[in-house]
């Protein structure tokens, strides 16, 4: 998660934490594998939902977190690997979903045109998308 929102706090402030209100989520686990599919992290910055599974004995991981930048703009990412290697990537057919989903949100947000939440979404997809 810290590595996740890395990218995002960077992008929406620069510093170096999130304060979030809560984090819930439940989850099963039968033969060494978690399962989780309602994770909400409530947080007035990057508030994002998750899920997926987590193998306890192959100490592997293949979950996806959806921060939602300033209100405007969901971006999925994927987590992926072993835990001693994790791979971070955002999902780009997910993004264009969101984008195709409302537009005129998106761009204006990508455009700044939102104030902060405007410039904290564009600087984000600059960051995720290296451009």
Same mark, same amino acid.
């Given at each position: 998660m810290k590595n996740t929102t890395s990218a995002l706090t960077s992008a929406v402030g620069g510093n @170096? %934490?999130?304060?979030?209100? !809560? /984090?819930t989520g439940t989850y099963t686990i039968a033969n060494g594998i978690l399962k989780n599919n309602d994770l909400k992290l409530t947080s007035p910055e990057v508030p994002m939902s998750g899920a997926g599974t987590v193998d306890l004995p192959q100490r592997t991981v293949n979950y996806r977190v959806t921060p @939602?930048?300033?209100? /405007? /703009?969901?971006?999925?990412?994927?987590?992926?690997g072993p835990w001693d290697n994790l791979s971070y990537r955002p999902d780009l057919a997910?993004?264009? %979903?969101?984008?195709?989903?409302?537009?005129?949100?998106?761009l204006d947000a990508? %455009? *700044?045109?939102? *104030? !902060?939440?405007? !410039?904290a979404a564009g600087g984000l997809l600059k960051g995720l998308l290296g451009k």
């Open positions: @170096n %934490k999130t304060d979030f209100g !809560s /984090l @939602n930048v300033a209100g /405007l /703009l969901a971006v999925p990412v994927d987590i992926t997910g993004i264009a %979903k969101g984008l195709a989903q409302d537009p005129g949100k998106a990508l %455009k *700044g045109g939102g *104030g !902060s939440a405007g !410039s």
